[in-house]
């Protein structure tokens, strides 16, 4: 009776493990692309982080198989947003204030992949018109320049960037006024050294025009993640820093640069304008855009990484400032 007994309970085994959630046997998930996007407001008991006035806090969500890991924003003409993601997909939307339109989710190049080393998409620029822009991707240090709808691009992998490190590469990416890209790097080819490499570009880096080569000093314990433009010349710089625990929780600061003080070889620094930490709601914040107003301030929009975690959110800041 022992035999049967010991075979029977094998199989039973092996069918509660197959049958359990969780395990490599699992079912491949069917893919949602419904257009579906829900803003919800998040209340915060602040109305000022340093010289920036919040407008509102928002977080997102979306049943979007698509939707999620935001690590870059860009703002565009027409009123919208554009994000992109550490899985290569995007996210044109209508943030609150805006004239209302449905989201567009979809694939940078036009084709989903799960390969995040060559889909890591950390930073993205544009020029005035958005007919062109530039993203960039970290997991192969390279910059690709796209058309408006992201489909087909051309790549350059500069030279100066391939010693950067494939989790930490471009991270941060301006398109300035006169026409020169800032590239910022997130991690440090040296731990000692708190200084991060970082690039400018005469003009389109896809055309072949070599960098000047600097370095950048962010605010101590914090890495650049992304940077945009401002009408006058200035850029606006994000940093993001983790402290580990259970739970981690993040804290970002927000500094304002003068691209014009940028040497080769040099130390270029910013000034520090505001920082966001608990008990304000924080994340893992990415992705900045600036949209000039008619009265001289600026929108300033910041968008987190949840990175697909259910401990994390997709937050959206509105921020106004007043250079």
């Known amino acids: ?9 094998l199989a039973i085994l092996a069918v509660v493990v197959l049958a359990a959630p969780g395990t490599w046997l699992r079912t491949v998930p069917v893919q949602d692309l419904r257009p579906l996007l829900e803003i919800t407001p998040v209340e915060v008991d602040r109305d000022h982080i340093g010289e920036f006035a919040i407008e509102g806090v928002w977080e997102l969500r979306s ?26 997909r995007f996210l044109r939307f209508a943030p609150p204030g805006a004239a209302p339109q449905p989201p567009e989710f979809g694939a940078i190049g036009g084709e989903a992949t799960e390969n995040k080393h060559a889909v890591d998409a950390e930073a993205l620029a544009s020029d005035p018109a958005a007919d062109r822009i530039w993203v960039a991707y970290e997991g192969r240090n390279s910059i690709v320049r796209f058309g408006p709808e992201l489909v087909e691009g051309e790549s350059v992998s500069p030279p100066a960037m391939r010693r950067w490190s494939s989790n930490g590469g471009p991270e941060g990416l301006a398109r300035l006024p006169d ?3 800032l ?8 731990w000692a050294d708190q200084r991060h490499e970082a690039l400018v570009f005469p003009s389109d880096p896809v055309e072949g025009a070599p960098p000047v080569e600097f370095r950048y000093a962010p605010p101590a314990g914090y890495r650049p993640v992304d940077a945009t433009p401002l009408p006058d010349g200035r850029v606006l710089i994000l940093h993001r820093a983790v402290t580990l625990g259970l ?8 500094a304002v640069a003068n691209p014009d003080a940028i040497h080769a070889g040099e130390v270029w620094r910013g000034r520090e304008i505001g920082a966001i930490a608990a008990p304000l709601p924080a994340d893992n914040f990415e992705g900045i855009a600036a949209v000039p107003r ?4 600026v929108t300033v929009w910041l968008i987190s990484d949840d990175n697909n975690a259910a401990l994390q959110r997709t937050l959206l800041y509105r921020l106004r400032w007043t250079p």
């Not at 198989?65 to 009123?79: E, K, M, N, R, V």
């Not at 739970?247 to 927000?254: E, G, K, L, N, Q």
């Open 179 to 181: 026409g020169r890209l």
């Open 294 to 297: 008619a009265d001289g301030s």
């Open 63 to 88: 049943a979007n198989s698509h939707f999620g890991g935001y690590s870059a924003l860009l703002a565009l003409p027409d009123g919208r947003l554009l994000a992109a993601s550490d899985r290569g």
């Open 247 to 254: 739970p981690y929780t993040f804290a970002v600061r927000i």
């Open 1 to 9: 009776m022992r035999r049967p007994t010991r075979i029977r309970l």
């Open 183 to 190: 590239v910022l790097q997130e991690g440090r080819s040296d």
